[in-house]
């Protein structure tokens, strides 16, 4: 059975940073699209990042430069590191396992201004 389960969220002002965590069981991320998503309140869920199984990374064009996904074959798990975080990107992050549509229970980052 496929677990996703995300940390790393949390509050932090404008301009600062966090590293969020996706934790897979029962699947080898490293042979797996993944991706992150995002929801805000009132808004439908968003595409924030993907990386493929072979390495490539694609970025919507709001965090390119600011956001960096990841992996670690080893730890199972994939990240996303968010710097120079803006008030705008305030939501639930969620991971997914693209191909099998899996997803985690997500992981709430607020920005303050």
């Known amino acids: 059975q496929v677990q996703l389960v995300e940390s790393g969220g949390g509050l932090v002002q404008a301009g600062g940073s966090l590293n969020l965590s996706c934790k897979a069981s029962?699947?080898?991320?490293?042979?797996?699209?993944m991706g992150w998503y995002r929801q805000a309140p009132g808004k439908q869920r968003e595409l924030v990042a993907t990386?493929?199984?072979?390495?490539?990374?694609n970025y919507r064009d709001s965090v390119k430069g600011r956001f960096t996904i990841s992996r670690d074959n080893a730890k199972n798990t994939v990240y996303l590191q968010m710097n120079s975080l803006k008030p705008e990107d305030t939501a639930v992050y969620y991971c997914?396992?693209?191909?099998?549509?899996?997803w985690g229970q997500g992981t709430q980052v607020t920005v303050s201004s």
């Open positions: 029962g699947t080898i991320v490293s042979f797996n699209a």
């Open positions: 990386i493929t199984s072979i390495g490539i990374t």
């Open positions: 997914r396992l693209i191909a099998q549509n899996y």
